[in-house]
């Protein structure tokens, strides 16, 4: 039963370059979640999505960022015209569709992570 | 809104040594969970507690929730090098089961 994956693992661009980050959730998992950990600082919510949904995009910058999650295939962040200061390690994760969860919250299972450096 | 405080931020501690690390919110937690990152990897999933009062332990780690519902600890029995990391707690923002808050991490170091 494979866990969340990530792809990258790691993704070096240079400044005014677009970066796409990918998640595939683990089976069965119908909701996503995007968060960022920026170097020395903890980690932070980005945005939540259903598939082909949007639900909470409360945490994502106003600009240049942009998240999907298709009915086909995997979540993408793109990040388009990185600067330096989007460096950081991107981590997805992912949770069942609700009523699903053996308790009442919906436990999150984090993916690899990608780390992004911008040069 | 609501904020996670840990204690300490960082730990040394020698192989064998129990240890204790805080987990604190502003607010009322709902929803708290542990996570364990070893550096450059992902989060690993430890524990979640729901329930104020409630503890859970898995081999030589045991979360407690207190009866508030403000403050949890996570405590290590006889460390080892394999427990070394950076420890997170992370919660529900009140009435937000959509997203998780966390804690700015405890970075554990066990030396033999």
């Known amino acids: 039963n494979a866990g969340v994956m990530q792809n990258p693992r790691h993704l070096v661009r240079r400044r005014g370059q677009e970066a796409r980050l990918r998640c595939s959730p683990m089976?069965?998992?119908?909701?996503v979640y995007w968060y960022r950990q920026l170097p020395e600082e903890g980690l932070k919510f980005m945005v939540y999505?259903?598939?082909?949904?949007?639900?909470?995009e409360s945490g994502m910058p106003k600009e240049r960022f942009s998240a999907e999650f298709p009915k086909e295939g995997p979540s993408i962040l793109r990040i388009q015209q990185v600067v330096r200061g989007d460096s950081a390690a991107y981590f997805c994760?992912?949770?069942?569709?609700?009523?699903?969860?053996?308790?009442?919250?919906?436990?999150?299972?984090f993916g690899p992570g990608t780390r992004l450096t911008v040069l | 809104s609501q904020e996670l405080e840990q204690s300490p931020q960082s730990l040394i501690v020698q192989e064998g040594k129990n240890l204790t690390i805080n987990c604190t919110s502003s607010?009322?937690?709902?929803?708290l969970y542990w996570y364990k990152q070893k550096y450059g990897e992902g989060l690993i999933f430890l524990m979640m507690?729901?329930?104020?009062?409630e503890e859970k332990s898995h081999e030589k780690i045991t979360a407690k929730l207190d009866e508030k519902k403000q403050q949890s600890s996570l405590h290590i029995t006889a460390s080892q090098p394999s427990h070394a990391g950076i420890y997170l707690c992370?919660?529900?923002?009140?009435?937000?089961?959509?997203?998780?808050?966390f804690g700015t991490g405890t970075r554990l170091q066990v030396f033999p």
């Open positions: 999505l259903q598939k082909e949904n949007i639900i909470d």
């Open positions: 607010k009322t937690l709902y929803g």
């Open positions: 994760a992912s949770s069942p569709p609700r009523g699903r969860s053996p308790t009442n919250y919906n436990e999150q299972f």
């Open positions: 507690l729901q329930k104020g009062g």
């Open positions: 089976k069965g998992h119908s909701h």
């Open positions: 992370g919660a529900h923002p009140l009435y937000n089961t959509d997203k998780l808050i």
